[in-house]
């Protein structure tokens, strides 16, 4: 067993962080970030690109749909929204774009992907329920992204239907999210009923079995934690109050591999 110290800085980091309205990204994403497909001046984080590659790489994905927006600096968001507001009012503006500062897309960590065509609109682009864009959407929480504005959850995100846009949360969070049929807010507070050390949330992946809960943040001294350090682990803040806690209990044989990171 070993000893971490969590700083409160930490709560705003991590593949879990909470972007919104309502919560905003406090750190700028300017590094580990590659391009999402061959001579694609899209940008993602590294692991989320890798696994997307992966995905794309099963399906032969690249050959049918495009990366029309990866990662964004602040300028980059700001211009969509001074654009749009121009171009298509705020009403429009307000269920498609996110306020700069509030947007997933600065956090390199989202994507929108479009089925490849003649012409693509940005800001709706489009990804339809069939064909190769769904059996897409079918692998997707497999390897570790979320459709992140499903339909019928406008009131709860804040963001209209967005059926382009993916987020990368990363195993088994994407499996959990999709198969309790959650969004990203909702599962913020589905994981606080397992509070780590007490009560994991216990799924099954590959043969490994997964304990996932949530660590409240506390103190100005930040938050100490216990780790099986025998253990994989991996921590991500909620950008809200506290921690995601996620251990992987594996035979040897069953080592994580890619997607597991």
């Known amino acids: 067993m070993k000893t971490l110290t969590l700083t409160n800085r930490q709560v705003h980091n991590g593949n879990l962080i909470l972007v919104n309205s309502t919560h905003r990204l406090l750190k700028q994403t300017t590094s580990e970030l590659v391009p999402t497909a061959l001579q694609s001046g899209t940008l993602l984080q590294r692991q989320a690109a890798a696994l997307l590659n992966s995905l794309m790489q099963q399906i032969d994905g690249w050959k ?136 994991p949330y216990i799924t099954t992946v590959d043969n490994c079995e997964l304990y996932v809960s949530y660590l409240p943040a506390s103190g100005v001294s930040g938050t100490r934690v216990m780790i099986d350090d025998s253990m994989l682990y991996s921590i991500s803040g909620n950008n809200i109050d506290g921690f995601i806690m996620t251990e992987w209990r594996c035979t040897h044989e069953n080592k994580p591999g890619l997607k597991w990171a």
């Open 64 to 199: 049918y749909i495009v990366p029309v927006s990866g990662w964004r600096s602040f300028s980059e968001q700001q211009q969509i929204w001074d654009d749009s507001l121009k171009e298509n009012g705020m009403e429009f503006t307000q269920t498609y774009v996110a306020v700069p500062g509030h947007s997933e897309h600065q956090t390199g960590l989202a994507i929108d992907l479009a089925l490849k065509q003649e012409h693509i609109d940005f800001i709706c682009p489009e990804f339809p329920y069939d064909g190769i864009c769904q059996k897409f959407r079918m692998l997707a929480p497999a390897y570790g992204f979320i459709e992140r504005y499903p339909k019928g959850a406008e009131m709860i995100t804040g963001i209209g239907h967005e059926p382009w846009h993916f987020r990368y949360v990363g195993v088994p969070h994407a499996q959990i999210i999709t198969e309790n049929g959650l969004v990203l807010e909702s599962y913020m507070d589905f994981i606080k009923n397992y509070e780590y050390g007490f009560k």
